[in-house]
């Protein structure tokens, strides 16, 4: 993975968990907030925290904001900073801009000045949470885009003890079978609770078989994905 260099300004309950995870996974993250306290609370965690105005652009450019990679607006409930905020941060050069909306009409206007990059957190989870509680199987979900999403079921009883070559769900529903998670006993902890735990199996090969509680993580476009789950 490249390291890259990612601006996250505003730091909500979503900005809070977002910029650890960016951390986490090694990136150079600057964490930008108005509020000192909560940049004092999530600066252990970040490359740089610091508190400015979002919508002072010679306090950006300070920051050498012109230079990152990515900028992420995630402010939720000022969305006249987050319209200010995106036209400095044009004005300062950065060239991937991605901001947070929560209304359709949030979204055009958003659209109308040129940020291509548009997401809503929120709308996801919910997306997410519902197609898990709607399918018998599926374990959870991941919208990659309004398109397309990573999910993970447990194998349907039809295709129980068939290879995946049997299975066919490429040609038959037009989704990809990325891995399989493969539940297994660990008979050397002393823990009832540490006993149980799931194999990646990395990336299956068309004679892999499926088994019984085997959970499949596929890939497909919401509509395949859909025919397959409703099958």
Known sequence: MQRKKIAVI???????????????????VIAIDKDPIIIDSIKDYVT???T?????????????????????????????????????????????????????LQMKVLALLGIKDLFNPEEKAARSMAETL??????????????????????????????????????????NVITIKRPTINKDTKRASDSKSEKILGIPHGNTI??????????GSQT??????ET
């Open 134 to 175: 709607s399918f018998s199987g599926m374990r959870s979900s991941f919208l990659l885009s309004d398109e397309y999403s990573v999910v993970e079921v447990t194998v349907p009883k039809r295709y129980i003890n068939q290879t995946i070559a049997d299975a066919d769900l490429r040609h038959k529903y037009n989704i």
């Open 48 to 50: 740089i925290a610091v």
């Open 52 to 104: 400015l105005d979002a919508t002072d652009e010679h306090a950006l450019q300070s920051q050498g904001i012109s230079e990152v990679d990515y900028a992420v607006i995630a402010l939720a409930d000022d969305f006249e900073t987050s319209i200010i905020c995106a036209e400095s941060l044009k004005k300062c050069g950065v060239k991937n801009i991605y901001a947070r909306y929560q209304t359709e």
């Open 224 to 229: 395949d994905l859909t025919r397959f789950l």
């Open 210 to 219: 499926l088994k019984e509680e085997d959970i499949i993580v596929l890939f």
């Open 10 to 28: 505003g730091i909500g309950s979503f900005g809070k968990l977002f910029v650890r995870y960016l951390f986490d996974d090694g990136h150079e």
